[in-house]
């Protein structure tokens, strides 16, 4: 079984320039997930898909991030950063449903914001 | 308030002992889940063990155990005779969110473990 796949693993950009981050979920997982990891932090929520419909976005900085999951597959994360902390890795993951079960992360997309 | 407190920052430990990496948690949900994560230098968050709050037996998997103490709070990961491929990150994490119909998971800060011959 195919896991979890992020593309692309590294990107530098400077401030105000954009990126997108690519997400394909394991192949029938209905949630999908958005954690940033700071160095040297844990991984912290940023957007909780379930299909293609958002259930928790409450620590998604909106003005800089925005996130899609259209027809309840794969999802792309944006990224207009205007701060250095945007600097992170930002980890996809998913799970085969809501209300429980482990989470299954792919290796991550590291960005630096020069 | 912190969800999740992980107080080691780092631990080192020698070939084929057991180390034990504390984790305690703050909840009012009756019913929650605790997993354990190890993130190696590539980056990956691999899953390791998991307990629910209403197992009555601790969870094993391997060389990793779960020992949970309920009223204390606290759901440390015991690794038994430590291999140098356990060097690695170790997150403890919760999932809550039960009450409010959708679930995550919050992690705590990790614990360093290093491994040597």
């Known amino acids: 079984e195919a896991g979890v796949a992020q593309s692309p693993r590294y990107k530098i950009i400077e401030k105000r320039q954009s990126v997108a981050f690519w997400c394909n979920p394991i192949s029938g997982h209905a949630t999908l997930y958005w954690y940033q990891q700071i160095l040297g932090q844990g991984p912290k929520l940023l957007i909780q898909f379930q299909n293609n419909g958002v259930v928790d976005d409450s620590q998604l900085p909106k003005d800089r991030f925005s996130a899609e999951r259209l027809k309840g597959v794969d999802s792309t994360l944006k990224i207009q950063p205007e701060k250095l902390e945007d600097s992170a890795v930002y980890l996809c993951a998913s799970s085969p449903r809501q209300g429980g079960g482990e989470l299954f992360f792919g290796e991550g997309s590291r960005l630096t914001v020069l | 308030a912190q969800k999740i407190t992980q107080t080691q920052p780092g631990m080192f430990v020698q070939e084929k002992e057991a180390v034990t990496l504390d984790c305690t948690y703050d909840t009012s949900d009756q019913s929650y889940g605790l997993f354990w994560y190890k993130q190696p230098s590539s980056g990956e968050m691999i899953f390791l063990i998991y307990?629910?709050?209403?197992?009555?037996q601790n969870a094993t998997e391997g060389r990793y155990s779960l020992n949970f103490q309920k009223a204390r709070k606290s759901a440390n990961l015991v690794i038994s005779a430590s291999q140098l491929g356990d060097s690695a990150m170790y997150f403890c994490?919760?999932?809550?969110?039960?009450?409010?119909?959708?679930?995550?998971?919050?992690f705590g800060t990790g614990t360093r473990l290093l491994v040597s011959p």
């Open positions: 994490a919760m999932r809550e969110g039960r009450n409010t119909g959708f679930q995550k998971l919050v």
């Open positions: 307990q629910g709050s209403y197992d009555e």
